[in-house]
C-alpha cells in the first residue's frame, strides 16, 4: 500500500478561523512532509519530520503550526490565516529524509481562505 | 545550490506522437532525479527516479527517461501518448548528503502536455 490520505479534500475557513489539515499514511515512512502548491507553480516545501521530529522549517509564518504525533499522523494547525494562503496544500511521506528516498504524495487539501 | 529548470510552460501532442519532455538540473555531484506527474487537482505520483547505474530509466505508464551527465539533463520521453497523459510534469532533483539541500526535493516549474485527438 503505497498511499497517503489527507483529510479534508476542501477547507473553507475564515481569517479568525482554527483549523487543522490531517495526512495520514501507513508505509512505515520515518519522514513526512508539508508542501504548499499554488495555481500552475511547483510544490513549495514547508515543512519536514524526520523520525518524528522537526528538521526542517523552511521559514513558514507561525501562523502555519505543524504536528507529527506518531510516525503515522500529521497535522498541519492553521490559524488566522490569509487570503494569499489559499492554496493546495500536499502531504508526502518518503522510507527516510534523504534525497535518494522518493516521496509519496497524497492528494492535498484545496484551502480557501475567506 | 540545486535547481532545476523545465524550458516548456506548455506542450500539446496528438494522441498516439511519440513525446519528449526537457528537464536541465544544476547540481555540484551527481543528483537524485526524479519526474512526477500531477493531475488537475490532484497530488503527485511519481513517474520515475534515477539514482546512479544504467542512465536509461523505465517508469510507470510506458515512460522513460534518459540521464546526460554532460548535458546535465533527464528528459522524459514516451513513445505514443494516449489522451490519459495529459497533466503537468514535475523534474526534480533530490540533494544529497553533507550538502545544504539535504532531505529537499527542488521542483522545475512544470510542463503543462496537452493531447489532441
Known amino acids: 500500500d503505497t498511499e497517503v490520505t489527507q483529510t479534508p479534500k476542501h477547507l473553507v475557513m475564515g481569517m479568525t478561523n482554527k483549523k487543522s489539515l490531517k495526512c495520514e499514511q501507513h508505509?512505515?515512512?520515518?519522514?513526512m512532509y508539508w508542501y504548499k502548491q499554488k495555481a500552475k507553480k511547483p510544490p513549495e516545501l514547508m515543512f519536514v519530520?524526520?523520525?518524528?521530529?522537526?528538521?526542517i522549517n523552511e521559514s513558514v509564518p507561525s501562523r502555519f503550526s505543524p504536528e507529527c504525533p506518531n510516525s503515522s499522523l500529521l497535522n498541519l494547525h492553521l490559524h488566522a490565516l490569509q487570503p494569499e494562503d489559499s492554496a493546495l496544500y500536499l502531504c508526502a511521506s518518503s522510507q527516510d529524509n534523504g534525497g535518494l528516498y522518493e516521496q509519496y504524495f497524497g492528494p492535498g487539501t484545496r484551502l480557501t481562505v475567506t | 545550490a540545486q535547481s532545476v529548470t523545465q524550458p516548456d510552460i506548455h506542450i500539446t501532442v496528438s494522441e498516439g506522437a511519440s513525446l519528449e519532455l526537457r528537464c536541465n538540473y544544476s547540481y555540484g555531484a551527481t543528483p537524485y532525479l526524479f519526474w512526477y506527474v500531477q493531475s488537475p487537482g490532484q497530488g503527485l505520483q511519481l513517474l520515475l527516479k534515477y539514482f546512479s547505474g544504467d542512465t536509461l530509466v523505465q517508469g510507470i505508464k510506458g515512460f522513460e527517461a534518459e540521464f546526460k551527465r554532460s548535458q546535465s539533463s533527464f528528459n522524459l520521453r514516451k513513445p505514443s501518448v494516449h489522451w490519459s497523459d495529459a497533466a503537468e510534469y514535475f523534474c526534480?532533483?533530490?540533494?544529497?548528503?553533507?550538502?545544504?539541500?539535504?532531505?529537499?526535493?527542488?521542483f522545475g516549474q512544470g510542463t503543462i502536455l496537452t493531447v489532441h485527438p
Open positions: 519530520y524526520s523520525y518524528e521530529k522537526l528538521s
Open positions: 526534480a532533483v533530490g540533494g544529497r548528503a553533507g550538502g545544504t539541500s539535504y532531505g529537499k526535493l527542488t
Open positions: 508505509m512505515g515512512h520515518r519522514a
